[in-house]
Structures are given as C-alpha cells and as structure tokens.
C-alpha cells in the first residue's frame, strides 16, 4: 500500500525566512504533484514532477524529485504571508490515482 | 474556461436523508474524480471515470455512497441514507487524461460542503 508522508505537518515561520517540506512515498512512483490549499478553499495545483531530478520553480517556490530516494521537496525562500496555505504532496499511484500526504499548514508571520 | 463546477456549495441535512452532489467537469476532460476531505482522514479518492466509465471505485467507503456520470459533462455523488460520519468536504476534479505534463493536473472543484445532522 502506497504511504505519502509530509514532514513537517505545521509550520509556522517569519517572512524572509527559508524552509523546506519533505514528501517521503513508501513504493516506487515516478510522478508527483504538489498542491496548495487556502483555508475554506478548493485545491489549487502548484507543480507536476514527472521525472528523477525533475526541478520546478514559481516564484519562491521550488520543488524536486528525487525517485530513488521516494522523496520530493518544496523549498520556500524568503517566504511572505502571501504563501500561508496548505501544501499537498501527490503520488501517482497506478494511471491518474493520487495518494495524497496529509498536508503541511504553513503560517508566515509578519 | 469555468473550471470545475459542484453545487451545491453547501449542504446541511439529517441523517437518513438522501444526498446528492454535482459535479461538471472542465470541457474536454476525459478524467473525473469524487474525492472527500476531513481533518481525521485527510484527502482520500472515493472513485474516477474515464469517458464516462467508472474505472476505480475502490475508495467508496460502502453502499450508501454510488456514483454516475450519464454523460461527459455531469457526474453525482449520491449517499442514501446519510449518517453524520460523511460530514466532509466532497470535492470534484477533472483532468486530460494521457501522459504529459498538462494532460495529468487534475484540477478541483470548489467542493461541496457537507454537514449531516
């Protein structure tokens, strides 16, 4: 049974600080999405991760693949309260089934 | 483009009532998904269709809950008779399907929220 685990699950930091997010996957999955969520809102797709070492950037965010390690990444830089949301990992698992982590609330202080 | 379409928004019943939830999904999409969110379970798949055909529905949690899609832009999620454990966000989402960067996103609906009494 495929198991997505986030790390940390609550995150609370100061703006212009950096951080990073795990997404650890128990079995083998070449693909993996990243998700944000606002409170009270729908999901909003961040990044779609199709390869090992697949690199993505937007803004002050970035996300990586590392296949052999099941593990990807988020890193925040120079965080502002803009990005206080949730942020979801993905696993594909089987064609177009995502098993989702459970989510990392982050909170950006002033 | 109107992105993916649920209604209603909100929904507050008792239990042992009917529930049903829609759901249109963006135009083209050969993809669709009924996901459920709650603090205790987190982000789970109930079911997806591709063109129309139920393809998985191994994470309907159990007879109550059936779902449809008569044809490619509507789908229900019907839960007869509701009990309060389904109280949830139930969230719609549609993709391309195929192999791709774009073909794969799934994009969500608003969600339904669902509160049975």
């Known amino acids: 049974e495929l198991k997505v685990e986030q790390n940390p699950l609550f995150l609370s930091m100061q703006e212009e600080k950096n951080y990073t997010i795990y997404c650890n996957y128990s079995t083998t999955s070449d693909r993996l999405y990243w998700y944000r969520q606002d409170p009270g809102k729908s999901l909003e797709s961040l990044f779609v991760l199709l390869s090992n070492g697949a690199v993505k950037q937007e803004g002050r965010l970035m996300a990586s693949l590392d296949t052999k390690a099941r593990l990807s990444t988020l890193h925040i830089t120079a965080a502002v309260h803009d990005l206080s949301a949730t942020y979801f990992c993905?696993?594909?698992?089987?064609?177009?089934?995502?098993?989702f982590g459970q989510g990392t609330r982050l909170t950006i202080n002033p | 483009d109107a992105g993916v379409i649920q209604s209603p928004r909100h929904e507050v019943t008792e239990m042992g009532q009917e529930v049903t939830l829609r759901c249109k999904p963006i135009?083209?999409?050969?993809?669709l998904f009924w996901y459920r969110q709650t603090m205790m379970r987190g982000l789970e798949l109930l079911i997806y269709f591709n063109n129309n055909v139920p393809i998985d529905d191994s994470g309907m949690p159990e007879d109550r809950f059936s779902a449809k899609m008569p044809n490619a832009s509507f789908s229900t999620l019907k839960i007869q008779p509701s009990e309060p454990r389904d109280s949830a966000v139930y969230f719609c989402a549609s993709s391309l399907g195929g192999r791709g960067l774009s073909q794969e996103t799934q994009y969500f609906g608003p969600g339904t929220r669902l509160l049975v009494l």
């Open positions: 135009s083209g999409h050969d993809y």
């Open positions: 993905a696993v594909e698992r089987g064609a177009q089934k995502l098993v």
